[in-house]
């Protein structure tokens, strides 16, 4: 895990220099299908991590998942997932950039069709906090 970059769904009181928007997607769906279980495999670790803490459900039968109203129980679980993996991916494109923080930070979620497929999109602005 990354803990590096500072993120922040607001601004710093500290003095920083802006770099940059960026972003992740992560979807199971079209040709981006086998993203999710690329993504998985990569973050297995902490998934198993966040699951151990209760960050993540380790079961797709619990129906008090964060993302989840209605949808089928195993697209919330994917969806909790995408949310801690898109913060790591962010972490490494702020640290690609020279950043050391993330500001603003904010998400998109959608269940595509059959509410087995979703689309989850995680943005922020890649700044670099002076010492």
């Not at 797709?60 to 089928?72: L, V």
């Amino acid at each position: 895990m990354n803990n590096q970059v500072i993120i922040t769904t607001g601004g710093l009181q500290a003095s920083h220099q802006i770099i940059q928007p960026i972003f992740v997607q992560i979807t199971n769906r079209g040709v981006l299908k086998n993203q999710m279980k690329s993504f998985e495999k990569e973050y297995e670790e902490l998934i198993q991590s966040l699951q151990a803490q209760g960050l993540i459900h380790q079961n797709p039968a619990k129906k008090d998942t964060m993302f989840q109203s209605n949808h089928s129980n195993t697209t919330g679980l994917h969806m909790e997932k995408a949310f801690y993996i898109g913060m790591e991916e962010l972490k490494k494109k702020a640290q690609l950039l020279g950043a050391n923080a993330i500001i603003h930070l904010r998400y998109e979620t959608d269940i595509l069709a059959d509410d087995a497929d979703f689309y989850f999109q995680m943005y922020g602005t890649a700044v670099k906090m002076e010492k």
